[in-house]
C-alpha cells in the first residue's frame, strides 16, 4: 500500500509521499476559459497549475485560483472548510502524489479542538474511491482514480512530534521524545494548537486549540492598509509581502515592517500567556517544541517570552511541512511495519483513530 500524508492546512494544503513534498494556498475558485494558461515566458510549475474535476465540478486550486478565478473561495471557518474545501484540496494533492488505482493509506490530521466534531465526516469524505479529472496546462485531460483504501486522522501537532522522533523508515530514532514530557505548540495561519505528550502518553488537560493563528497579525495589517489605501486586501495575499517588509497597492509603496513587528509581538504575547495558563501544572515539561509556520514566523517574539528549553524548526526546512512528515512517518510506522504504537490518552485509548 502506498502512503500519503495530507495536511489541509487554513492557509496552506500540505502533502507528501517521502519522495515528493507539494505546498499550495488553500484557495478554491471556479475554473474558467483561459487562453494562455501557463507562464508568459515559458513554463510554470505544474503544481501552481492545478485544475481539477471532482464528482462532476471543474476547480482552479491555490495560486492558480488566487491568480485566476474570477469567483474565489478561501474561508477560515471551520464548518465551511470541513463540508467544502477539506476534500476538493486534499484530492487536488493526492493527484499530484499518487497514480491512479494505486491502494494507498492516508495519513491526516485535524486540529485538536475540531478533531472529535470533525474526525468521522473527515474519513466519510475522504475514504475510497475518488474518479477526477486533472486538466494541464496545454489543455491535456487526464483522468485518474485516487484508491483511498484507509483513513487516518491524528491530531495536528503530534505530526512534528512523530517528524522529530521517527526516521524515514517510520522507526523511532530521537527516544528521548519517547521518554521526555514534551509540549508542542503549533501555531499555523487560523489555529494555534497547544498539546502535551508525557512520555507519549497525550495530555488532554494540556491541550487546546485557539484563534491566535497569523491570520489576527494579517488582519490587523489588512485593517491599517484598507484606512490607507481603501482597498480591501485579502488575508491570503499578504503572506509574500509580509515577508518581503512593503506592499505595492496602486502604484503607492507602503511599509510593512514595523507594522508587522508591531502585531507579530502582540500576537506572541497572548500566545505565551494561552501557554502560561494552559501549561501552569505542567511545569515539569522537559522539552518545547515550536512548530508550524507561524510557529517559525513568530519565533523570533515567542521564544524570549516563554520559559523552558525550546526546540525550534530547522531553518533550512520549511516550517510549514512539519507536521506532514511527522503524519508520513506515522503511516510509514503503521503499515509497512504492522506495529503501531501511537500516543495514548489517559485511559488507555488510541486517539489515532
Ligand atoms: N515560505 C512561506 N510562504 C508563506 N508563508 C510562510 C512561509 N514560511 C512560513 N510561513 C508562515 O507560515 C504560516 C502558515 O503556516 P501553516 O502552513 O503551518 O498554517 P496552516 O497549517 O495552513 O494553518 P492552520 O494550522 O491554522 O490550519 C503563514 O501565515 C506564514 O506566516
Ligand atoms: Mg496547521
Redesign the pocket.
Not at 7 to 14: A, L, R, S, W
Not at 186 to 193: C, P
Not at 291 to 298: C, I, M, P, R, S
Given at each position: 500500500m502506498e502512503i500519503l500524508a495530507i495536511?489541509?492546512?487554513?492557509?496552506?494544503?500540505?502533502a507528501t509521499n517521502n519522495s515528493k513534498s507539494i505546498?499550495f494556498k488553500?484557495i478554491l475558485g471556479e475554473s474558467t476559459d483561459i487562453q494562455f494558461k501557463g507562464g508568459i515566458l515559458g513554463e510554470s510549475s505544474p503544481d501552481e497549475n492545478i485544475h481539477i474535476e471532482i464528482d462532476g465540478q471543474s476547480y482552479f486550486i491555490g495560486e492558480m485560483a488566487e491568480r485566476q478565478s474570477n469567483v474565489r473561495s478561501f474561508t477560515l471557518d471551520q464548518a465551511q472548510f470541513f463540508a467544502a474545501h477539506l476534500k476538493p484540496l486534499a484530492l487536488a494533492a493526492a493527484s499530484r502524489l499518487s497514480g491512479s488505482f494505486l491502494p494507498t493509506g492516508l495519513i491526516t490530521g485535524l486540529?485538536i479542538g475540531y478533531f472529535r466534531a470533525y474526525r468521522e465526516s473527515v474519513i466519510k469524505a475522504l475514504q475510497g474511491d475518488h474518479k477526477i479529472v486533472l486538466t494541464s496546462l496545454s489543455g491535456k485531460r487526464e483522468e485518474k482514480t485516487i484508491r483511498i483504501n484507509e483513513v487516518k486522522v491524528i491530531p495536528?501537532p503530534f505530526g512534528s512530534l512523530f517528524n522529530l522522533m521517527m526516521n524515514d523508515l517510520g522507526e523511532l530514532g530521537e527516544k528521548k521524545y519517547v521518554h521526555e514530557k514534551i509540549g508542542i505548540i503549533?501555531?499555523?495561519?487560523?489555529?494555534?494548537?497547544f498539546t502535551v505528550a508525557d512520555k507519549m502518553r497525550y495530555s488532554e488537560r494540556g491541550s487546546k486549540t485557539t484563534d491566535t493563528?497569523?491570520?489576527k497579525a494579517?488582519g490587523m495589517i489588512a485593517s491599517k492598509l484598507h484606512e490607507k489605501s481603501g482597498v480591501n486586501i485579502e488575508l491570503y495575499r499578504l503572506?509574500?509581502a509580509?515577508?518581503k517588509g512593503s506592499i505595492k497597492i496602486k502604484g503607492k509603496e507602503y511599509d510593512l515592517k514595523g507594522p508587522t513587528d508591531a502585531v507579530f509581538s502582540q500576537l506572541a504575547a497572548s500566545i505565551a500567556s494561552e501557554v502560561d495558563r494552559l501549561w501552569t501544572d505542567d511545569w515539569d515539561i522537559d522539552t518545547i517544541v515550536l512548530?508550524?509556520?507561524?510557529?517559525?514566523?513568530?519565533a523570533k517574539h515567542l521564544q524570549p517570552l516563554i520559559n523552558g528549553q525550546i526546540v525550534a524548526v530547522d531553518p533550512g526546512k520549511?516550517?510549514?511541512l512539519?507536521?506532514v512528515k511527522g503524519y508520513w512517518k506515522y503511516g510509514k510506522h503503521l503499515w509497512s511495519r504492522g506495529v503501531a504504537t501511537p500516543p495514548t490518552q489517559d485511559n488507555g485509548e488510541s486517539t489515532a483513530g
Open positions: 495536511d489541509t492546512g487554513f492557509g496552506f494544503t500540505k505546498i488553500s486540529p495536528q503549533d501555531v499555523g495561519f487560523k489555529t494555534s494548537d493563528g497569523i491570520s494579517f503572506y509574500d509580509v515577508d512548530t508550524g509556520g507561524g510557529g517559525a514566523a513568530l520549511d516550517p510549514r512539519c507536521n
